[in-house]
Each structure stands twice: as C-alpha cells, then as structure tokens.
C-alpha cells in the first residue's frame, strides 16, 4: 500500500492508474477504523480495480463543543488494516495541507441539512460536503463509498454530486453491526461498559419499529409508532433522546404513514456526553 501524504504525490499515483484505464474507487473516512470501514474498502475492491482510502479527521464539521480534540485515531493500526483489507493507496493529508491559510470557499446542500443532525449540529454538513468535494477534486474517484450509519450524509452527498454535475458514483453500503446491535462506530471507544448496555436501546429500538411495520397488514402511522419508540428510550437509564423520527428516504422529510421507502432515524446522548446515530430501513 502506497501511503501520499501530499496532493502531488498522491496525483502522480493515480495518473498512472487512469493511463493503465484502471478504475478507482475512494473511501473517504476519519481513521480509527473498523470492520464498517472495512466493509467499504471491500465494497472498494469489488467495484474497481484500485481503492483509495482518505484518513483526514476534517475539523471544519466538528462543532466548538465537539470532540475534535479527542476523536480517536491509531495511525499505525490503520495503516495495517487497510493494507491488509487490500486498499491501494491511502491519503492521508494534513490539515494545513487541506484548508490553506486563506481559504474562503464552502459548498452547502441547503434544505436536506436543516433537519434531523443538521439541526443538532450546525456547520457540520457543510464541513462534510465541502471536504468531501475537495477529495472528490484530488482523486477523481470512478466510485465512492460511504456507510448508511450516517444516512443523512449519504442523502447530502448524492444531493451534491447531482447538483455540481461530479462525476462519480455514490454508493451506500448498510450499516455493519456489533453483536448487541450497535452501529460500528469510532465513537463507540468513548463508552464504559455500562454506558454500552444503555447506548444498546437505540437499535433495539429500531428493530422494534421495523418489526412493528413488517408485521402489520397496512400501513402504520407514524404517530403511535414515534410514541413507542420515546417511551422505550425514556426508560434507560443514562440515555436522552435527540430525535426519534420516520423520513422518506429520499427527501428525508418526515412521513405520517410508513409507505413506500422510509427510514427510522434517531440520534441520542448517552450521559450527555457521547452521540450517537443509527437508522433503519422500515421495508
Ligand atoms: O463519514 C465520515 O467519516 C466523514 O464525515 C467523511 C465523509 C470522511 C468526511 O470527513
């Protein structure tokens, strides 16, 4: 595995590539991975001849009061990892490198941001959608791959390569589980073992939901199903609910029957001090 820390270096690379007509696939990621992300230098593999992973912890989508300082991060063990899941190249700038002293220009998908962590973290997705556009421009992906853990990033993403005509593919991979039905995610480290037993109710309760609509005859309202859901998380202990919410898949504005392709999102706190998000497709 090659490891650029530069965009120079990491171009001359991937010319050569495009001039073999080898296709490239990236996964964009902020490091400490796990089997979630190596699910997508997989998915990488399968599609494309070559797989580019990005490992650059942005701290444009990181809130003030957000844990950029602590996010977790094992250089060292990614660079295993991803060699070993048969990743080509990993990018891996710094920030200086990124963000230029002098820098002014954002992208921002307007309206699929102002809801669900849009509205819990302010900034955030513009801070996604315009790192990512940047590592759109440096690779020049064929494919890129990104996790339906953060749906809603996923959603914004499309939404942006549509709007700006990039020529690439998205795709979504689902979710990859812990044995207790916890989302993969490098934030999961920030739990002890008691906190990892409550942070469980998230997906529990999206199984609940789910198979709340797959077993009813008709469609479900929506109402009666949120109500269910509130009333299982208020009930655990070190837990408080941000949002518990059905959206149309595409749109991500909220349903008042389950019809069609429609998602359970939820975000939550687990002693305040560590969120979490999960989703659930509801067909
Ligand atoms: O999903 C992530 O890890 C990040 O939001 C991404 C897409 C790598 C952009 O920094």
């Known amino acids: ?17 495009r001039q073999a007509g080898l296709s490239i696939a990236l996964v964009p990621t902020m490091g400490y991975f796990h089997e979630g992300h190596l699910a997508l230098m997989r998915k990488g593999r399968e599609l494309c001849d070559r797989v580019v992973a990005s ?6 989508q990181f809130g003030p009061h957000e844990d950029l300082a602590v996010y977790p991060s094992d250089y060292d063990g990614d660079c295993r990892k991803a060699d070993q899941t048969g990743v080509n190249l990993l990018f891996s700038p710094k920030t200086d490198l990124m963000y230029q002293q002098a ?11 102002k809801g669900l962590c849009g509205k819990d973290r302010p900034g955030h ?12 421009n440096i690779i020049q992906p064929d494919f890129a791959i990104f996790g339906e853990k953060d749906f809603q990033q996923l959603v914004v993403i499309r939404r942006m390569v549509a709007d700006l005509d990039f020529p690439v593919k998205i795709i979504g991979h689902p979710i990859v589980r812990e044995k207790d039905g916890l989302a993969m995610s490098s934030r999961n480290v920030y739990l ?12 529990k309760t999206m199984h609940v939901t789910r198979d709340a ?5 008709d469609h479900l309202s929506v109402s009666a199903l949120l109500s269910q859901a509130k009333t299982l998380i208020s009930g655990e202990k070190n837990c408080s609910l941000e949002y518990f919410t059905i959206v149309d898949e595409h ?3 909220p349903c008042d029957v389950v019809k069609g392709k429609c998602r359970a999102m939820g ?3 687990v002693n305040e001090r560590i969120r979490l998000i999960d989703n659930m497709p509801l067909y």
Request: glycine share 2%.
């Open 103 to 113: 820098h002014q220009t954002t992208v921002q998908v307007h309206e699929l941001t």
């Open 251 to 253: 749109s991500l504005t």
């Open 55 to 60: 490992l650059f912890v942005n701290p444009t």
């Open 1 to 17: 595995m090659i490891v650029a820390s530069t965009i120079a270096s990491c171009r001359s690379e991937l010319n050569q590539w």
């Open 213 to 217: 609509v797959l077993a009813a005859a």
């Open 192 to 203: 002890t073992p008691e906190e990892r037993r409550s942070a469980c109710i998230l997906s």
């Open 125 to 136: 997705f513009q801070g996604v959608t315009t790192v990512v556009a940047k590592l759109f």
């Open 267 to 269: 975000a939550l706190r």
